[in-house]
Nanobody, 125 residues
Framework: QVQLVESGGGSVQAGGSLRLSCAAS????????MAWFRQGPGKEYEGVAT????????YYNDRDGGRFTISQDNDRNTVYLQMNNLQPEDTAMYSC??????????????????WGQGTQVIVSS
């Protein structure tokens, strides 16, 4: 079992930044992929970024144009998502997930077993 707790969401104006945190506990070693997903109003879950924690290999959603960075702090067992130049279309519930997906599923919600409760991000124009 893995427990995930997100924090750091909020309301910002377009062009602003936020850093989301995901604190993990439990049997994290068995779930080496940590990912961020978002779900906008009326939309499906969309992969934002993922990191393979043993090697720090990362993958990103191309549509975000390099504005987001995923990182990890092993001492705190925490994964971060730094989001810069936020735009109104980034408004969504952002959720952290942990699992051991096959490589073709690392950006797919169905590749992850454990999920946090989510943190809301609202970007106003």
């Amino acid at each position: 079992q893995v427990q995930l707790v997100e924090s750091g969401g909020g309301s910002v104006q377009a062009g602003g930044s936020l850093r989301l945190s995901c604190a993990a506990s439990g049997d994290t070693g068995a779930s080496p992929w940590m990912a961020w997903f978002r779900q906008g109003p009326g939309k499906e879950y969309e992969g934002v970024a993922t990191i393979f924690t043993p090697t720090r290999e990362t993958y990103y959603n191309d549509r975000d144009g390099g504005r987001f960075t995923i990182s990890q702090d092993n001492d705190r067992n925490t994964v971060y998502l730094q989001m810069n130049n936020l735009q109104p279309e980034d408004t969504a519930m952002y959720s952290c997930a942990a699992g051991s997906p096959i490589l073709s599923k690392v950006m797919s919600a169905d590749g992850y077993r454990y999920w946090g409760q989510g943190t809301q991000v609202i970007v106003s124009s």
